[in-house]
Structure formats: structure tokens, C-alpha cells
């Protein structure tokens, strides 16, 4: 699994943090995504691909 975000798309709702707290964050001056991880374990893979399903945005990209 590989990941990517653009955060120029992003909207700072957040959900990706919530959904998925050890692969995303969120900068503390704008909320707008941080990857922690652009290939995370597989235990977090499902956790990975709810966070980009609910993305306003859909500023977030898993490919496998």
C-alpha cells in the first residue's frame, strides 16, 4: 500500500485523523492532512482506506 495526499485539495475537515489517527494528522496552524506514513503496516491498511473513502476532499490517494 502506498499513499499520498494533496494538500492543496484538502479542506481541514479532519475526518482522515479521526478515521485513521496513526497514519494522518493534522497541522496545528490549519488542520490541513499530515501523511504519517505513506506505507503503513497492514493492520492499519483498512483504517487507511476508510479515512480516503470519507475524505471531503478526496485529497487522499491509496494505491496497492
Known sequence: ??????????VAAGQCAATA?????QRDEDGVVVLLTDDPPAELA????DA???CPALAIHIAQ
Do not use: L, Y
Not at 21 to 25: A, T
Open 1 to 10: 500500500m502506498k499513499i499520498t495526499v494533496e494538500q492543496d485539495k484538502c
Open 21 to 25: 489517527p496513526d497514519v494522518f494528522d
Open 46 to 49: 483498512d483504517d487507511a482506506r
Open 52 to 54: 480516503a473513502a470519507v
